[in-house]
C-alpha cells in the first residue's frame, strides 16, 4: 500500500539523515510518487555520503582529496594532467593511467594514443568491468561528444577506482613503512662499516707515521737535515691535513650515527675494540706529542748543524785568510835586500818591518781564534775533525817559525841603519830647504805666467805694486838657492871621502840642482816680460777710462732730458688750452723740438759702440746705459706720437658729431678734474662721479650699460678718447635708421620699396651702385620686378640686422 512505500522510504530516509547528510525538499511522498528529479537526487546525495565523502588524502577530503589522489597516481604519466572532473578524463589516458599505476599488466599503456579517445576509454571500462569489478557506470560515446562530461558522473565512476584499489594502497603503504625502515637500518650499517674502516684506515696511518716521528737518527750535514725538515713540512702541509678532515668526518659520521640511531629507537653503535673515539683521539695525541718532539729535535738538530757548519766555515774562512798572509812571509823575512840599500830604505825597511811586527801581533788573535774554533769543533763531534786538526797544527808550526825569522831581520836592520844616520841628516836638511824654495819658484813662474783680467785702472796699479814688491824678494831668494846648493856639495864630498855605497838619490826628495838651477834662470826671465805685459794693460785701461767719461758726461744730460721731455707731455695732454686745431700745431712744434735732439742719440750710440768693443761692461760715472736711453726716446716718441694722434681723433669726433669748442674744452675740464690720480685714465668711481656732476641719474643697469660702451674690454679704466666718443654720442643729433628710412621712402614716392632706376637716378653712380648691391629683393605683395627692400637695408646700415 501507498502508505507502507512512503513508510519504507522514510526509513531509508533516517538512516541517511542520522549518518549527517541534511535532505533539504526531499520527502518519502515525492520519491513513491517517481518525482525523477527527486529520485536522482537522492541518489547523488547517497552517493556523495557514501562514496566519496569518506575519501581522505593527506588532510583533504571528499572531492578535493579524490582529486588530489587521482594527481598523484597519473603524476609519472606523459600526456595526463587532472585538475578536474570533466574535460580532464575526456581522452580516457586518465582512466587507464590510474589502471596501469594498480594494475600494470591489465593494459599496455606504451600503445595508447591521445588522438583516439574512444579507444583509450573502453578499454579502460572494458578492463574495469572484468578484472577490477566496476561496473561500466560510463558510455564512452556520450563523454566524446560531449563538450564538458558530467562531473557528477566521472566523481562517482572514479571514486569506484578509489575504493577498488584502497586495499593496496594500504598494501602499498605497509610496503613504503617497511622500506623506510630497512633504509634506515641499511643506511646505519653502511655508516657503521664507513665508520670501522675510517677508523682503521686512521689507525693504521697512525701506526705507520709514529716511528718515522721517533726516528731521531742525526744527519752530518746540513743539506741531509733541511731534506728531513722539508720532508717533515710536506707531511704537515699535504700528508696530515687530509689525515686531520679524516678524524673529523670520523667524529662526525660517529655523533650522526649515534643521532640516528637513538632517533629510531635503535641501540647506540659500538665500534670495535680499540676504534673507539676515545681510542683514536690517544692514538692522535700520541702522534701529535711524538710530531712535536720530532720538530724540536729537527729543530735542534738545525741549529747544532748550522753551529757545526758556521763554525768550520768561520774555520776555513780564517784559515784561508791565515794562509793568504803569510804566504810569502817567510821568504820576505829571509831576504837580505838591507845589504845594498840606503840610509831611507834602511829606515823604510825598518818601518815597514815595524808594521809588519804589529801586523803579526794583530794576527795572533787570529791564530789562537783557528785553534779556539778547532778545540769547539773536536768537542761538538764534527764529522770533518782531523782534517781540521792537521791544517790547526801546520799553522801552529808555521807561525812559531814566523816569530823567529821576524826577530833575526830586526836586529839586522837596526845595524845597518846606525851606518847612513849621518848621510841621511845631510838629505834630509837638503829636502826640506829644497822643497819650500822650489814651490815658491813655481809659483812664482805660475804667477808671471798668469794672464790677468782687469777692468778698472785701479785693479791694474794694484797689480804693478804686487809686482814690484815681488821684485824686491829676489836678492834674498838667490841667497837661500846658494845654501841649498852647498848642502848637496857637502854630502857629495862625505861620499867621495868614506867610499860609502848610495844606491839612488834622496830619497826625501827628487828636486835635483839642476831643475833649481834651470827654474831660477825660467824666473828671471819672466820678470821683464811681465815688466812689459802690466805695461800695455795700464795703457789700455786709461783709454777705457776715457771712454766710460765721455759717455757718461752725454748720458748724463740726455737721461735727464728724455724724463724732463716726457713729464711735459703728460702736462700738455692734461692741460690743453685754445682750439684743437691750436693744441694740434704746438704738440707738432713740440715733436719738431724732439726730433732734432735725434743727432745727439745718434753721438752717444757712437760712443757706445766703442765701450763695447773695448769691452767695457761697467760704468761708474753714470747711472743711464744705453738701453734705458733707447728705451726712454722711444717711449718719448711713442707719447708724443699718440698724444698728437689723440687731438686728431677729438677733431674728427668734434667735426663729425657737430660739437663745438666750448663743449669740447668743457669735456676736458671735466675729464681732468676726475682724473684724481693724473694718469690720463679715470677709473670706474672717479667715471660715475664725473657723470653726476654732468647731470646723469641713473641706476647700476644704466650705469652697468654705459660702461660697457666707454670700456668694451672691460680693463676697468676710462680713457679721454672713449668719454669724448660717449659725450658727444649723447649731446650730437646723430642720423638714426628711422631717419634714412624715412628719407629712402621720400626718393622711393612713399612706397614700400625702391627701384632700381629710382637709385640710379637720385643718388651718385657709385652710392647708388653700392645701395643696389647690398639690397634685397623687396618681397611684399605690392612687388615689381626689379624692386628692392629698402627698410631692412636701413636696419642693417646701423648693426640692428646683417647688411
Known amino acids: 500500500m501507498r502508505v507502507h512505500k512512503i513508510s519504507n522510504v522514510n526509513k531509508a530516509l533516517d538512516f541517511i539523515a542520522s549518518k549527517g547528510v541534511k535532505l533539504v525538499s526531499i520527502g518519502a511522498e515525492e520519491i513513491v510518487d517517481g518525482n525523477v528529479k527527486m529520485t536522482l537526487g537522492m541518489i547523488w546525495t547517497i552517493i556523495l555520503r557514501f562514496a566519496i565523502q569518506d575519501i581522505s588524502v593527506e588532510e583533504t577530503s571528499a572531492k578535493e582529496g579524490l582529486l588530489l589522489w587521482c594527481q598523484r597516481k597519473t603524476a609519472p604519466y606523459k600526456n595526463v594532467n587532472i585538475q578536474n572532473f570533466h574535460i580532464s578524463w575526456k581522452d580516457g589516458l586518465g582512466f587507464c593511467a590510474l589502471i596501469h599505476r594498480h594494475r600494470p599488466e591489465l593494459i599496455d599503456y606504451g600503445k595508447l594514443r591521445k588522438d583516439d579517445p574512444l579507444t583509450n576509454l573502453n578499454t579502460a571500462f572494458d578492463v574495469a568491468e572484468k578484472y577490477l569489478d566496476i561496473p561500466k557506470m560510463l558510455d564512452a560515446e556520450d563523454i566524446v561528444g560531449t563538450a564538458r562530461p558530467d562531473e557528477k558522473a566521472i566523481m562517482t565512476y572514479v571514486s569506484s577506482f578509489y575504493h577498488a584499489f584502497s586495499g593496496a594502497q594500504k598494501a602499498e603503504t605497509a610496503a613504503n613503512r617497511i622500506c623506510k625502515v630497512l633504509a634506515v637500518n641499511q643506511e646505519n650499517e653502511q655508516l657503521m662499516e664507513d665508520y670501522e674502516k675510517l677508523a682503521s684506515d686512521l689507525l693504521e696511518w697512525i701506526r705507520r707515521t709514529v716511528p718515522w716521528l721517533e726516528n731521531r737518527t742525526p744527519e752530518n750535514t746540513m743539506q741531509a737535515m733541511q731534506q728531513k725538515l722539508e720532508d717533515f713540512r710536506d707531511y704537515r702541509r699535504l700528508h696530515k691535513p687530509p689525515k686531520v678532515q679524516e678524524k673529523c668526518q670520523l667524529e662526525i659520521n660517529f655523533n650522526t650515527l649515534q643521532t640516528k640511531l637513538r632517533l629510531s629507537n635503535r641501540p647506540a653503535f659500538m665500534p670495535s675494540e680499540g676504534k673507539m673515539v676515545s681510542d683514536i683521539n690517544n692514538a692522535w695525541g700520541g702522534l701529535e706529542q711524538a710530531e712535536k718532539g720530532y720538530e724540536e729535535w729537527q729543530l735542534n738538530e738545525i741549529r747544532r748543524l748550522e753551529r757545526l757548519d758556521h763554525l768550520a ?468 605683395p605690392d612687388a615689381v620686378p626689379g624692386a628692392l627692400d629698402y627698410m631692412s637695408f636701413s636696419t642693417a646700415l646701423y648693426g640692428e640686422s646683417d647688411l
Not at 377 to 389: A, F, G, I, R, T
Not at 421 to 438: C, G, M, S, V, W
Not at 658 to 674: D, K, L, V, W, Y
Open 313 to 780: 766555515e768561520k774555520f776555513r774562512q780564517k784559515a784561508s785568510i791565515h794562509e793568504a798572509w803569510t804566504d810569502g812571509k817567510e821568504a820576505m823575512l829571509q831576504q837580505k835586500d838591507y845589504e845594498i840599500a840606503t840610509l831611507s830604505e834602511i829606515k823604510a825597511l825598518l818601518k815597514k818591518h815595524e808594521a809588519f811586527e804589529s801586523d803579526l801581533a794583530a794576527h795572533q788573535d787570529r791564530v789562537e781564534q783557528i785553534a779556539a774554533i778547532a778545540q769547539e769543533l773536536n768537542e761538538l763531534d764534527y764529522y770533518n775533525s782531523p782534517s781540521v786538526n792537521a791544517r790547526c797544527q801546520k799553522i801552529c808550526d808555521q807561525w812559531d817559525n814566523l816569530g823567529a825569522l821576524t826577530q833575526k831581520r830586526r836586529e839586522a836592520l837596526e845595524r845597518t841603519e846606525k851606518l847612513l844616520e849621518t848621510i841621511d841628516q845631510l838629505y834630509l836638511e837638503y829636502a826640506k830647504r829644497a822643497a819650500p824654495f822650489n814651490n815658491w819658484m813655481e809659483g812664482a813662474m805660475e804667477d808671471l805666467q798668469d794672464t790677468f783680467i782687469v777692468h778698472t785702472i785701479e785693479e791694474i796699479q794694484g797689480l804693478t805694486t804686487a809686482h814690484e814688491q815681488f821684485k824686491a824678494t829676489l836678492p834674498d831668494a838667490d841667497k837661500e838657492r846658494q845654501a841649498i846648493l852647498g848642502i848637496h856639495n857637502e854630502v857629495t864630498k862625505i861620499v867621495q871621502t868614506y867610499h860609502v855605497n848610495m844606491a839612488g838619490t834622496n830619497p826625501y826628495t827628487t828636486i835635483t840642482p839642476q831643475e833649481i838651477n834651470g827654474k831660477w834662470d825660467h824666473v828671471r826671465q819672466l820678470v821683464p816680460r811681465r815688466d812689459q805685459a802690466l805695461m800695455e794693460e795700464h795703457t789700455r785701461q786709461q783709454q777705457n777710462e776715457r771712454l766710460r767719461k765721455q759717455f757718461a758726461a752725454q748720458a748724463n744730460v740726455i737721461g735727464p732730458w728724455i724724463q724732463t721731455k716726457m713729464e711735459e707731455i703728460g702736462r700738455i695732454s692734461i692741460e690743453m688750452h685754445g682750439t684743437l686745431e691750436d693744441q694740434l700745431n704746438h704738440l707738432r712744434q713740440y715733436e719738431k723740438s724732439i726730433v732734432n735732439y735725434k743727432p745727439k742719440i745718434d753721438q752717444l750710440e757712437g760712443d757706445h759702440q766703442q765701450i763695447q768693443e773695448a769691452l767695457i761692461f761697467d760704468n761708474k760715472h753714470t747711472n743711464y746705459t744705453m738701453e734705458h736711453i733707447r728705451v726712454g726716446w722711444e717711449q718719448l716718441l711713442t707719447t708724443i706720437a699718440r698724444t698728437i694722434n689723440e687731438v686728431e681723433n677729438q677733431i674728427l669726433t668734434r667735426d663729425a658729431k657737430g660739437i663745438s669748442q666750448e663743449q669740447m674744452n668743457e669735456f676736458r675740464a671735466s675729464f681732468n678734474h676726475f682724473d684724481r690720480k693724473k694718469t690720463g685714465m679715470m677709473d670706474t668711481d672717479d667715471f660715475r662721479a664725473c657723470l653726476i656732476s654732468m647731470g646723469y641719474n641713473m641706476g647700476e643697469a644704466e650705469f652697468a650699460r654705459i660702461m660697457s660702451i666707454v670700456d668694451p674690454n672691460r680693463i676697468g679704466v676710462v680713457t679721454f678718447q672713449a668719454f669724448i666718443d660717449f659725450m658727444s654720442r649723447e649731446t650730437a643729433d646723430t642720423d638714426t635708421a628711422d631717419q634714412v628710412m624715412a628719407s629712402f621712402k621720400i626718393l622711393a614716392g612713399d612706397k614700400n620699396y625702391i627701384t632700381l632706376d629710382e637709385l640710379r637716378r637720385e643718388l651718385p653712380p657709385d652710392q647708388a651702385e653700392y645701395c643696389i648691391a647690398r639690397m634685397a629683393p623687396y618681397t611684399g
